[in-house]
């Protein structure tokens, strides 16, 4: 996860990357999370944005949270 953000559109607009980044970055879950963030700040609609980025942040805790149970179960 540490280095999804430098494979967003974070830093530069994904019409810019080469294909395979571009399809990569599109896709990825810190997209949706990185727009809707741009959108809130410039005060623009952030419609759907918004929801899925938090869909993509409940997961995330999810997935990892799930990780470190069965991660410290195993060792104690």
Do not use: W
Not at 35 to 61: E, H, K
Request: positive net charge.
């Amino acid at each position: 996860m540490l280095f999804l953000p430098y494979l967003s559109p974070a830093f530069v607009p994904t019409s810019s990357m080469p294909v395979i980044i571009r399809t990569f970055s599109e896709h990825q879950p810190l997209t949706p999370i990185i727009d809707a963030i741009r959108a809130l700040l410039a005060n623009a609609p952030a419609g759907d944005r918004t929801r899925v980025a938090i869909a993509c942040c409940v997961g995330i805790l999810v997935v990892a949270s799930t990780a470190a149970l069965r991660i410290y179960t195993r060792k104690t």
